[in-house]
């Protein structure tokens, strides 16, 4: 069965640094997602990506944020100067596209900034 | 604005009792809704739909859950609960009219007592 990959599974940073977190989406999936699950709390929304560009983004998806799908295969998730509350799971959603389909989740990548 | 709300941050069960893990929901418009579950050090898997029809609707692992909409809840249930169904579960929705992103709940332990 399918399934949507993401490296690493933990990645660990010095506060201030950029990190880029990869993610390779179900293959003919449409829309992409990035969320993030702080230790402890609820799942929260950061961002869709559909057709090379931003869908939708939310209040958290500040400057400091990224995304990209730079080869058709991987789709990726960039923080500059990173800090501490970036510490999270973050992880990385497909779907096929119309509005009442799952979105199928990576394993996540667990973020550490020290 | 949407949102979700899980009212009990922990459900204990027998194993062989029915269980139930409730959510309710707000949206402007009509919902989709989904359960998702997800072990520990693993991503979101996904259990079950609502998007028309039945209001009753069957899922995974011998899982359902129940639409209403007067109540708008949809709350998630199983007749008879496993040890192997501790997990951590969430329900999601999307308001139909309005773009692509899930609101997650905030999540409810499921513990199955042997």
């Known amino acids: 069965e399918p399934e949507v990959t993401q490296t690493p599974s933990h990645q660990v940073t010095q506060m201030g640094q950029e990190v880029i977190l990869r993610c390779v989406p179900i293959s003919n999936h449409l829309y992409f997602y990035w969320y993030r699950q702080i230790l402890g709390q609820k799942v929260e929304f950061l961002v869709s990506?559909?057709?090379?560009?931003?869908?939708?983004k939310s209040e958290i998806f500040d400057d400091q944020f990224s995304v990209e799908r730079p080869d058709g295969s991987n789709f990726t998730l960039k923080i500059r100067s990173t800090k501490l509350e970036d510490s999270a799971m973050y992880f990385c959603?497909?779907?096929?596209?119309?509005?009442?389909?799952?979105?199928?989740f990576g394993p996540g990548t667990r973020l550490t900034v020290l | 604005a949407q949102s979700v709300a899980q009212p009990e941050d922990q459900v204990n069960v027998a194993e062989g009792n029915p269980l139930t893990v409730k959510c309710t929901y707000s949206?402007?418009?009509?919902?989709?809704l989904f359960w998702y579950v997800q072990y520990p050090n693993r991503g979101l898997q996904f259990l079950l739909k609502y998007i028309t029809g039945d209001n009753l609707v069957k899922g995974s692992y011998g899982f359902e859950a129940e639409f209403n909409k007067s109540q708008t809840s949809f709350h998630l249930k199983k007749p008879s609960a496993l040890v192997s169904d501790s997990a951590l579960y969430f329900c999601?929705?999307?308001?139909?009219?309005?773009?692509?992103?899930?609101?997650f709940g905030p999540g409810t332990r499921l513990s199955v007592l042997p």
């Open positions: 999601a929705v999307r308001d139909r009219n309005y773009g692509q992103n899930f609101v």
């Open positions: 990506f559909y057709n090379n560009e931003i869908s939708e």
């Open positions: 949206v402007s418009g009509n919902p989709y």
């Open positions: 959603a497909s779907t096929e596209g119309s509005t009442y389909n799952e979105q199928f």
